[in-house]
């Protein structure tokens, strides 16, 4: 069990939990109380809750644990072989090319995570600089997407929406209430994203798309799917559309070296920009406008 003040600390109504080594569930500090025990042994032990707690009624103060082990388990991991990578699929032969693929799969990662940053922090700082004019009903349907999403995650983890609210210590009204910031922060990027697309007049072909669609294909995520219709190329249309003004928009805004070259040239960069307005239609409805200083190549001129 789990205390503080009296009330119930934990969430598992049975009381189990699986605690592995290092773990930081319930709270940090939990797993090393349990050093030592052994099947069937106990321990009472308190600790503090941190600040930042999730649950503001339990953040800050100290909560009393009475424990239990029902068992003690080690994890064994299986020897890594020949056999033991062909059993993995993919066609597998050996360790070395399962080393090769894991390799080539944590730097596609990485690339992945590094353009990402970089398209957040570009758009991000284009939103700070837009007007907007969305609609507060355009607005409302967002946030009614967003709250299905939340809800959807927890669907997929068997957990109660209810359960979730009493959880992290927060009412319906203050979910609804962050779900309507996160919808017009996502409405705003997608104005200024559909921006850059407009002043960028992208060309996307047709092969283009049929290409796209053909690797995507290969994935699981999509094998079932059939992207065969109007409507999943226009989709893959615009995806690739927004991924071509985003590789320009990073272009011109990151580009490794120029500050060390300028240096050497002692020159001086001046940067030109373009304010676009946009509206942004979906489903033959206008979502909103957005009116953004869009970046522009850097001009150097030598003093």
């Known amino acids: 069990t789990g205390l503080v003040a009296g009330e119930n600390f934990t969430s598992s109504e049975s009381g189990d939990y699986l605690i592995e080594a290092r773990s930081m569930n319930p709270i940090p500090g939990f797993a090393e109380q349990l050093k030592g025990l052994k099947k069937g042994g106990s321990r009472e032990f308190e600790l503090p809750v941190p600040d930042d ?16 082990v029902s068992a003690v388990k080690k994890k064994e991991l299986p020897k890594l072989t020949d056999a033991l990578a062909a059993s993995l699929g993919e066609n597998f032969k050996t360790v070395a090319e399962l080393r090769t693929r894991i390799s080539e799969n944590l730097e596609a990662q990485a690339k992945d995570g590094l353009r990402r940053s970089l398209e957040e922090k570009i758009v991000d700082a284009l939103v700070e600089d837009a007007e907007f004019v969305i609609s507060p009903m355009i607005i409302d349907h967002e946030a009614e997407h967003v709250l299905d999403d939340q809800q959807r995650q927890l669907a997929q983890y068997n957990i109660d929406f209810q359960q979730y609210l009493k959880g992290i210590g927060k009412t319906s009204e203050e979910i609804v209430a962050e779900a309507k910031d996160s919808a017009e922060l996502r409405l705003k990027r997608s104005l ?29 995520q999509y094998a079932s799917e059939n992207l065969d219709t109007d409507d999943a190329r226009d989709a893959v249309r615009r995806i690739l559309h927004r991924r071509s003004a985003m590789d320009n928009a990073i272009e011109l805004t990151h580009q490794p070296g120029d500050s060390k070259r300028s240096a050497a040239k002692k020159s001086k960069t001046t940067k030109t920009e373009k304010t676009t307005t946009v509206k942004s239609t979906a489903a033959k409805k206008t979502t909103g406008t957005a009116r953004v200083k869009t970046p522009r190549r850097a001009v150097k001129t030598e003093k």
């Open 192 to 220: 200024v994203i559909d921006t850059l697309v407009e002043t960028e007049k992208t060309v996307v072909s047709d092969d283009d798309v049929a290409a796209e669609i053909a690797v995507m294909q290969e994935s699981p």
């Open 53 to 68: 707690y999730p649950n503001d009624k339990f953040a800050g103060k100290t909560a009393q644990f009475s424990v239990e």
